[in-house]
């Protein structure tokens, strides 16, 4: 999604005011979480009122951005990802660019999940993200004091890299990155060890070729798991080339046998004769690469980009932007523990009959006037779905 969402125009005034004064509540309980050198960075705010960002704001102290938040009540808060010398020059160019920390931005809309389900599609993000938070750990040798995760509120999960020798990256460096984590340009032919043209070992010295090693393992214990017309109709619906219904049954009598099983756990893939070049890529495509999306990608290669502020409400959903610590990051529910308004109910007009998981219940609800939890509503009138009619009690 873009900076800001289009429910602006169809949000009446009244449900506008009761939002506003809900998110005016918040910030006078709760104070956001500042970055690293906030004094250097470029601020931008989405307002309740006008349309269009605010950009070109700094922040002396940390008390003044606390007041500004208090005071103005954004529906959007962001900060740039870059420190410069003098961050509100109105002119890019002025500011005089020093450094910026490295971001991912995976966003459910942008890597084309397609589900109807909330809930669904951020366990989905969840999965990419911490795919890449595997890459930054093992293969790039950042520790966990060098990375922080942020729920942005919204659809997906920000990943955070401070380590002091990606601030000075330029753009093409940080693509490099892109590419490596999204497989783009790996030659496959130079991780596979053949004789007479056919792969008999992975070369698991290298990163990818362990991520194969583990794909490939992972692949075949999944059809050994199927009962063999099952695995056979999965293996040909994968639609690879050279993959018909007898070399789909002589994988899944590989994977079935726990000798065969074991020379491939040690690395000897000869075992699995005629074995369709396919079937590698759609070890790399499906299981290990981290899909960013095409938005995600030159995201990370900007040097000025804008990113939500940890603390801050999404003014789409009224979900906390939660910063988390990765021993945070697996058990963390978005939709229990991003909700920042956890007691009273409101009354609402829904458009039409909706769904949404929230607090660990499932909450279904008819088109017209309904009695809702107040962060349901509040999502469901930030959503444009519905219009705020009054308070309960």
């Given at each position: 999604m873009g900076y800001y969402s289009a429910w602006i125009d169809v949000m009446n005034e009244r449900s506008r005011a009761y939002v506003r004064s809900a998110f005016r509540e918040y910030y006078h309980r709760n104070e956001p979480v500042l970055p690293l050198k906030f004094d250097k960075r470029e601020w931008g705010?989405?307002?309740?009122?006008?349309?269009?960002?605010?950009r070109h704001k700094a922040f002396l102290s940390r008390q003044e951005a606390?007041?500004?938040?208090?005071?103005?009540?954004?529906r959007h808060a962001y900060y740039s990802s870059a420190i410069y010398h003098d961050p509100a020059a109105p002119k890019m160019e002025d500011k005089k660019w020093e450094g910026a920390e490295l971001i991912f931005d995976l966003d459910a809309d942008h890597l084309h999940i397609t589900t109807d389900s909330f809930e669904e599609m951020l366990s989905a993000v969840k999965k990419e993200t911490a795919k890449l938070l595997k890459f930054l750990e093992d293969d790039f040798g950042f520790s966990e004091e060098d990375i922080e995760i942020v729920f942005s509120g919204g659809r997906g999960y920000h990943l955070h890299v401070y380590h002091p020798k990606v601030w000075k990256l330029e753009s093409s460096e940080r693509r490099e990155i892109v590419d490596y984590i999204t497989a783009r340009g790996l030659e496959i032919e130079k991780i596979l060890i053949t004789e007479k043209g056919r792969p008999t070992q992975i070369v698991s010295s290298s990163s990818?070729?362990?991520?194969?090693?583990?794909?490939?393992?992972?692949?075949?214990?999944?059809?050994?798991?199927?009962?063999?017309?099952?695995?056979?109709?999965?293996?040909?619906?994968?639609?690879i080339k050279d993959l018909g219904v007898q070399r789909a049954k002589k994988l899944v009598e590989v994977a079935k046998d726990d000798m065969l099983m074991g020379e491939i756990k040690k690395g000897n893939i000869a075992v699995v004769k005629q074995f369709p070049a396919g079937i590698w890529r759609n070890i790399i495509e499906e299981r290990k690469k981290v899909k960013l999306g095409e938005i995600d990608e030159p995201v990370t290669a900007d040097v000025k980009r804008l990113i939500r502020l940890p603390g801050s409400l999404h003014g789409g959903t009224a979900l906390k932007v939660t910063a988390l610590e990765i021993d945070q990051f697996k058990n963390f529910d978005p939709l229990v523990d991003a909700v920042a308004f956890q007691e009273g109910e409101i009354i609402i007009d829904l458009f039409s009959e909706s769904s949404i998981t929230l607090m660990g219940q499932k909450h279904t609800f008819d088109p017209g006037i309904n009695e809702v939890p107040r962060a349901v509503g509040l999502y469901l009138i930030c959503r444009g779905l519905a219009e705020f009619r009054g308070v309960v009690g």
């Open positions: 705010f989405v307002s309740f009122d006008l349309p269009g960002m605010r606390i007041d500004y938040l208090k005071g103005e009540v954004p990818w070729g362990e991520r194969l090693r583990q794909g490939f393992l992972e692949f075949m214990e999944e059809i050994s798991e199927m009962d063999e017309d099952k695995a056979i109709k999965y293996l040909t619906h994968l639609r």
